[in-house]
């Protein structure tokens, strides 16, 4: 399902590019950044990238050298980049110290949630990184129409799209001087996209009712649930279903008594390595759904529609266009396609 360029074919396709006539970067360069007018006066030397969907940006742009660590993974890396990253010290599978970042001595600290470095800084404030010369850079996904103040997943005001993911591509693209690549990558990620589109022609569903499970805290608690401007909301506009969900919230908590009342039709339950909350093992997952008095009635668990869906492409990054595909699959798979 995946039609990832590989490591080799797309370091190529780069090497073309540098000669090609692109313009390269005008220092100083400044960025308005989730609120924030970031300067950088050249290329940064080291980064430490906090989030997997950024760090699989950055492989992606060809920046492996430049990444003096990472943190908050919740499953592989892409495979195409597992060797490059195996090289890179990881900090934390989960939430890295201020001291661990900042010990690195990177120039650039970038985020992929708002929450690790922002307001709140559960890794750390931005001005606390400021104050030691260190710039910080947040993913436009995490901000632009979304507000983090409550301390969870945040509440998202606009459904998420992939130009976000773009945006982010293309910035930074720009902060390392590497638009070439950048302009290669988005236009790679828009072809797929498309492809992805044009691959679920008949498999779209109008109105079925489907549900995003990510994980819970408890298995048998409420769990977290796709908000309906998420980008698994976005995945099942794009096929023409219902999220089961209404409230703009990202991750929602949600009890199964709630969801049992929207009865839906499939399950898309994610796949991780991260065992953080009780319920990130798919395996539990799978397990409560057959066996608890309420979720075993429901249509879904019942004709075993679930599909499994790694947690990566429930989150806005590169991978969300899988998300499509894997679903249209499913979708097909369960006779369910108009």
Not at 14 to 34: D, E, K, M, R, V
Not at 71 to 82: E, I, K
Not at 115 to 136: C, D, M, Y
Not at 215 to 225: C, R
Request: charge should be negative; glycine fraction near 8%.
């Amino acid at each position: 399902m995946r039609h990832f360029l590989t490591i080799a074919t797309f370091a190529l396709g780069l090497t073309g590019f540098a000669a090609s006539g692109f313009a390269a970067t005008q220092y100083p360069l400044t960025i308005n950044n989730c609120g924030q007018k970031i300067t950088f006066e050249k290329a940064p030397a080291k980064i430490v990238s906090i989030g997997q969907g950024m760090t699989e940006i950055l492989l992606s742009l060809g920046l492996a050298d430049k990444i003096a660590g990472t943190a908050v993974w919740v499953g592989p890396v892409l495979p195409q980049y597992a060797e490059a990253n195996s090289k890179i010290p990881r900090l934390a599978d989960n939430d890295p110290s201020f001291e661990s970042v900042v010990g690195k001595e990177p120039d650039l600290v970038a985020a992929e949630f708002e929450w690790h470095v922002g307001p709140q800084g559960a890794v750390g404030k931005r001005e606390q990184f400021s104050a030691l010369g260190i710039n910080t850079y947040i993913a436009p996904t995490d901000c632009v129409a979304k507000v983090n103040t409550d301390g969870g997943d945040g509440v998202r005001k606009e459904l998420f799209t992939m130009d976000l993911v773009y945006q982010e591509i293309d910035e930074l693209a720009q902060i390392f001087d590497v638009k070439d690549r950048g302009d290669a990558l988005i236009a790679d990620l828009k072809t797929r996209e498309a492809n992805a589109v044009a691959s679920i022609a008949g498999a779209r569903s109008k109105d079925l009712p489907i549900v995003f499970w990510f994980s819970s805290k408890e298995v048998n608690g409420d769990a977290y649930i796709a908000g309906k401007n998420s980008a698994p909301a976005y995945i099942l506009k794009t096929l023409g279903a219902r999220n089961v969900v209404t409230t703009e919230e990202e991750w929602p908590l949600v009890g199964w008594e709630t969801i049992a009342q929207a009865n839906p039709a499939v399950i898309v339950i994610a796949t991780m390595d991260r065992r953080r909350y009780a319920a990130d093992d798919p395996k539990v997952k799978l397990d409560f759904l057959e066996k608890d008095p309420v979720t075993s009635e429901l249509d879904a668990v019942k004709n075993k529609h679930f599909v499994m869906m790694d947690a990566q492409s429930m989150n806005p990054t590169i991978r969300t266009i899988d998300g499509i595909e894997i679903l249209a699959k499913g979708i097909k798979s369960f006779g369910m396609a108009q």
